[in-house]
């Protein structure tokens, strides 16, 4: 059932993007990706398979383990993680970074200390950090400003 799941989440990834590019208003060299948690594990699937997507940010998600899949992104890349986030250790986060890097690929890593994972929902009643998420997002915009905008 997973694996269903998962060929249909890499489907439709690929009709979002066919379908902006398909749009007389958007510049089809500057599309990027965001999600947050099960969303940002999407905004990396959408890069592992979109060579010409221009950025993707990851904010919490689920990272591809593998040098050999993450050899398949082009984009520019942001993640954003908490220091704290018990699925998701430091220590995969950079290297993450460090392989990206090895491959001559454009990423900033963001880890905020304190912060766990979902930190910058508002909803997360014991773990949101108003403080972090608003310089994620400052992080976020700029980032997006900086690697699309042309």
């Not at 221009?54 to 904010?59: E, L, Q």
């Not at 050999?68 to 986060?93: T, Y």
């Not at 997002?137 to 700029?142: D, G, M, Y």
Request: proline fraction near 3%.
């Amino acid at each position: 059932m997973g694996a269903v799941r998962e060929d249909r989440a890499a489907r439709d990834l690929h009709a979002a993007v066919e379908f902006l590019k398909s749009l007389s208003n958007v510049k089809k060299d500057r599309i990027g990706s965001i999600g947050w948690c099960m969303g940002g594990g999407y905004s990396l699937k959408v890069a592992l398979q979109e060579p010409t997507l221009g950025a993707a940010v990851i904010n919490y998600g689920h990272l591809a383990a593998h040098a050999d899949s993450l050899k398949k992104i082009n984009a520019a890349v942001l993640g954003i993680f908490g220091g704290q986030d018990r699925g998701i250790p430091v220590d995969d986060v950079k290297q993450f970074e460090q392989t990206l890097k090895q491959q001559g690929n454009k990423v900033e890593i963001v880890i905020y200390p304190d912060a766990g994972h979902a930190f910058e929902n508002p909803n997360n009643k014991t773990g949101y950090r108003a403080d972090d998420a608003a310089d994620a997002w400052k992080h976020t915009t700029r980032f997006l400003a900086s690697t699309l905008k042309k």
